[in-house]
């Protein structure tokens, strides 16, 4: 029996040198650009309601999410669940290197480095409380299609995989189908090429052999044993091409077979554990529409919708690039991964194979419906920026192709496609570095703010006349701006990073009493918001001022009564 040490040793020794460093750049980049959110304590407006939550969201379809962030506990312990969540991420990030063939350290350094300073993933951040659970997710679906790459039935281990993930977070679908679509562009462009490459050898070796048999000693010649009259070493319909072909059909199948299989698991399982439970599923974000196809304009219309939403936020989102480096970054990485193509496509000689390349520009057309899938499934979600994590691997396919990963160019002259992404990469990696941390600098005021505006609205509610502790008490959770103007400077950064921007963390009644009660001590009795639907609309209520003004506070048959929005009629 081996000691410990041999078998880490044995077990290292497998490790793939391209795996280890896609790890520990993925896990030290991450530690790095976040580490405000893992040492610090600032919630954001859900995380209020999350300090402690078991994750039972069945109810969202999300099945296993309270499995997979229930290795951190259900508390809000960023440094522990930042941890888990950055091991998770870098395995992805290895997985991810490996399913793309990129051996080239830069390249896995760059694509690694991508991964965790999206702009994305700092939204993720931002809702620390279920992170680790995402990014185990958001692995799940990178092994998924892994498996399916690399193994013969890798289809199933990849469809529990993607059921798994889909039963975390759905958000990640479209990362699988992505991943999937890279994986058959690159089986038919190395299956493609030998096929070319194949019949450009037959047509050769016809003619050589036509040549030899007019020559004056081709009678010697075939007696030497170079060649026999009538023998060719590639027949039509026979050797790489022909078994290429059906063998390329086979692969590019297992990629459907695990999409559906994963599907259909994560259904099944879901409408299982909803009638154990004895729940349905909710309205939230159109998820109890999700199988009945509950598109309002027709399949069409949604399909066009998805391609333009698609264009929109690539081309005016504010996340993928935010400045003049960022962009021009965006630009010489496509020009480098365009010229990457071009360079191999001329070795593989495609434009000999026009079936192939038909098919390859379809799969690429078909990358923006893979990317907005949710908008199919699910047409009325709120698809904000935690659900676009996807769009970073299209630098990550732009890295890869022109770090030579599974292309297999051999390129020596054109090289400059390789600094031209590796300097892309860089600019992009800094570029959103600085993103997150400004996002997080904001993130810190707003709960400063918030923490300054409530010690201020608890000493008013303590010194009004007739309070008492336990006092019923009705308010409305938006934070008036006539009285506090907007002090957010950070919006043309964060505008479109969901629980990032803003001034405070307010938004419910039941924000107030949670914050006072977590961060200030007091235990406030909110009503819920059933108890202002008659009072809201009132001409009494309208009447009052706004917090701080001397009548944004009044006690009504025994119910204190708080105005803190600007509500004038």
Same mark, same amino acid.
């Given at each position: ?66 499995? @997979?962030?229930? =290795?951190?506990?259900? !508390? +809000? ?6 941890? %888990?969540? &950055?091991?998770? #991420?870098? /395995? ?29 993933? @700092?939204?993720? =951040?931002?809702?620390? !409380? +279920? ?6 997710? %958001?692995? &799940?679906?990178? #092994?998924? /299609? ?29 990362? @699988? ?393």
């Amino acid at each position: 029996m081996m000691s410990p040490a041999q078998a880490f040793q044995i077990l290292y020794g497998r490790i793939r040198r391209e795996w280890r460093y896609a790890f520990l750049t993925c896990f030290f980049t991450g530690l790095l650009v976040h580490m405000p959110m893992l040492l610090s304590d600032i919630p954001n407006h859900d995380g209020l309601d999350s300090m402690y939550f078991d994750q039972n969201m069945i109810t969202s379809g999300r099945w296993f999410l309270s499995v @997979a962030c229930g =290795f951190s506990s259900y !508390y +809000t312990i960023p440094w522990v669940i930042g941890l %888990l969540g &950055l091991t998770f #991420l870098g /395995v992805a990030a290895a997985a991810l290197c490996e399913l793309l063939e990129v051996r080239k350290l830069w390249a896995v350094m760059g694509i690694s480095a991508l991964l965790a300073v999206f702009p994305a993933l @700092a939204s993720t =951040f931002a809702y620390v !409380y +279920t992170l680790d659970g995402y990014m185990l997710a %958001l692995m &799940l679906a990178v #092994l998924a /299609v892994l498996f399916t790459k690399r193994f013969r039935t890798g289809f199933l281990a990849g469809a529990l995989c993607l059921a798994f993930s889909m039963g975390i977070y759905q958000g990640y679908l479209p990362f @699988a189908m992505i991943l999937s679509i890279y994986a058959v562009l690159m089986l038919l462009a190395e299956n493609g090429g030998q096929q070319v490459a194949a019949e450009w050898d037959e047509k050769r070796l016809k003619t050589a052999k036509k040549r030899r048999w007019e020559a004056p000693n081709a009678e010697k010649a075939t007696q030497s044993g170079r060649e026999k009259p009538g023998e060719d070493r590639v027949r039509p319909g026979e050797g790489r091409a022909g078994a290429g072909t059906a063998e390329t059909i086979r692969v590019m199948l297992h990629y459907l077979y695990m999409g559906v299989l994963g599907a259909g698991f994560y259904y099944g399982i879901l409408q299982i554990l909803l009638r154990i439970q004895g729940k349905e599923l909710d309205t939230y974000q159109g998820i109890s529409g999700m199988a009945s196809g509950n598109a309002s304009g027709g399949l069409l219309s949604t399909i066009a919708e998805m391609y333009v939403d698609f264009f929109k936020f690539s081309l005016k989102g504010n996340v993928l690039f935010q400045n003049t480096f960022s962009l021009a970054a965006w630009v010489l990485l496509a020009f480098s991964a365009a010229a990457a193509v071009f360079l191999h496509g001329r070795r593989r000689k495609y434009w000999k194979n026009p079936h192939l390349l038909v098919i390859m520009v379809a799969a690429v057309l078909a990358l923006p419906l893979a990317t907005n899938i949710i908008l199919l499934v699910s047409p009325e979600v709120n698809y904000h920026l935690l659900m676009r994590y996807q769009w970073v691997l299209y630098a990550v396919g732009a890295v890869a192709l022109a770090g030579n990963g599974g292309c297999g160019t051999g390129m020596k002259k054109g090289s400059w496609p390789e600094w031209g992404a590796l300097l892309s990469a860089a600019i992009l990696v800094f570029c959103y570095c600085i993103t997150d941390n400004i996002a997080y600098a904001n993130l810190q005021k707003r709960y400063e703010k918030t923490y300054a505006y409530c010690i201020r609205l608890l000493d008013r509610i303590e010194q009004t006349e007739g309070y008492f502790p336990g006092i019923p008490i009705a308010m409305v959770g938006v934070v008036g701006d006539e009285q506090y103007p907007v002090t957010d400077i950070t919006l043309p950064v964060t505008s479109g990073m969901i629980g990032m921007n803003g001034d405070s963390l307010l938004y419910r009644g039941d924000n107030y009493r949670i914050f006072i009660r977590n961060y200030l001590g007091a235990t406030l009795n909110i009503l819920p918001p059933e108890a202002m639907a008659e009072m809201y609309y009132s001409e009494e209520y309208t009447a009052m001022d706004s917090f701080p003004g001397e009548n944004s506070i009044r006690i009504i048959d025994g119910i204190m009564y708080i105005k803190t929005e600007n509500m004038e009629r």
